[in-house]
């Protein structure tokens, strides 16, 4: 992104800067109403209002006029699985039958690099044309996938994270790899990958059930020789996989207490559900300051169970929110949010549009570590950026003519929004969405 010309981006712009403590907390976040983003190199140079921005930009400077939508820092999704492309949106039962009627069958193609790469390209575009600018990703457990992954995130300039799944049990053969190949095949992976321009490896074991103790002893010893990494893996989502995993953890105190065995948990280890969490457990989790990953949309139609927001944030714990396709049945985070809106109101645990765009993008990059990058439109952050129309269909543009205020806006985009409302996607500045949909 060197030497990229500067444009500005005008438009209603809205970043948070920190979780809304309730409704009326305007000190949270930065609204403009003719606000603009000074783009250059794939940074955003300076954020405020349109007249002040533009007396600042070099003469010849290019204005791209988006009013009157909204400008939000890109979409961050936090859990999704590259190789279920394929799969999203199969009939299912529960997530063990799901992941061998499925998701095994649908991995074993990635053996095949040219698979890969299609696969690759069509699920960027996916991501684009939700607004998702940074996602965390499992691969397959093959290396094939991880290249094909990080090659097209390379070609469109994108952060994104993820690593090669470690499965050597409880799978298909030609699936499952071994400790020693697992722990060799992600050193080598992540030497290649993490941190080449905007990549990030990320240490995977599918879960407890599909690794080894000797794999998770691989993974524990990947992750304190490279301490910067995140890990990844999944965690009492299903009663039936809780059962299975003390079956073959038995002598551990919980689901939790294993992976703390093998020194799995930290700051930058993010637990894919967490569902049916036990007291102790959230208490690990607080002092190893592990995040949990809200999934909403597949907790619903895996029937997994009900995620907690409310109980494990007042644990002290950090929550992301994610799609995991394709468990998960929306790419878009907007979709995300409005069936995780309805999975707390279940519990009396009502959440504000506010939250739910803070979420998405400052909570995301905060849950990651990465809000230093990405997550908003301050002046250094990188330039990735969505356009939210809110007006987009018919029936949004009905509701929108009684629409009074940001709240009221940010709830129709979370409600009825989808991939026709983000009208164009910035990836470090440049235009995605609108190039992506040319013929």
Not at 376 to 388: C, F, I, N, P, R
């Amino acid at each position: 992104m060197a030497n990229q010309k500067p444009i500005i981006l005008r438009g209603r712009t809205l970043t948070f800067h920190a979780a809304p403590n309730g409704p009326e907390d305007i000190t949270a976040f930065s609204y403009e109403e003719d606000g603009a983003l000074l783009l250059s190199d794939g940074k955003i140079k300076v954020r405020g209002p349109f007249a002040e921005v533009q007396s600042g930009a070099p003469d010849g400077t290019e204005i791209v006029d988006h009013r009157p939508h909204l400008l939000l820092p890109g979409f961050i999704d936090t859990h999704i699985h590259f190789p279920q492309a394929q799969v999203i949106a199969s009939w299912a039962d529960q997530l063990l039958d799901w992941l061998n009627d499925y998701t095994f069958p649908a991995e074993l193609r990635f053996a095949d690099k040219a698979h890969a790469d299609r696969i690759a390209n069509g699920f960027y575009d996916a991501l684009i044309a939700h607004g998702t600018t940074t996602a965390v990703a499992y691969c397959s457990s093959h290396p094939n996938s991880v290249d094909a992954y990080f090659e097209e995130a390379e070609r469109r300039g994108m952060m994104m994270l993820g690593g090669k799944t470690m499965m050597d049990r409880n799978a298909p053969e030609a699936l499952c790899d071994t400790a020693q190949g697992s722990y060799d095949d992600s050193k080598a992976l992540l030497a290649k990958w993490h941190e080449r321009g905007r990549a990030r490896y990320v240490i995977t074991p599918r879960f407890a059930i599909t690794s080894t103790p000797e794999q998770l002893d691989a993974a524990g010893s990947l992750l304190r020789e490279n301490p910067d990494c995140h890990l990844q893996t999944h965690i009492n989502e299903n009663h039936n996989e809780i059962a299975f995993t003390r079956e073959l953890y038995p002598d551990a105190a919980h689901y939790l207490g294993v992976y703390e065995s093998f020194d799995l948990l930290g700051s930058k280890t993010l637990l894919g559900h967490c569902i049916h969490m036990t007291g102790h457990e959230l208490q690990v989790m607080r002092e190893t300051g592990a995040v949990a990953v809200f999934c909403p949309t597949s907790n619903l139609f895996l029937g997994s169970g009900l995620f907690d927001k409310s109980g494990i944030e007042s644990a002290g714990i950090r929550t992301a929110i994610a799609t995991d396709v394709g468990g998960g049945t929306n790419y878009s985070m907007l979709r995300t949010l409005d069936e995780g809106y309805k999975i707390l109101q279940l519990q009396r645990q009502r959440m504000h549009p506010l939250t739910s765009f803070y979420w998405a993008t400052l909570g995301n990059a905060k849950a990651l570590s990465l809000s230093d990058r990405i997550g908003t439109l301050d002046a250094g952050s990188d330039a990735d950026v969505v356009v939210l129309n809110a007006g987009a269909t018919q029936t949004m543009a009905l509701r929108m003519e009684t629409v009074e205020t940001l709240s009221e806006e940010l709830f129709l985009l979370q409600t009825l929004g989808d991939d026709r409302a983000v009208v164009e996607t910035y990836v470090a500045g440049n235009r995605q969405k609108s190039v992506r949909l040319k013929p």
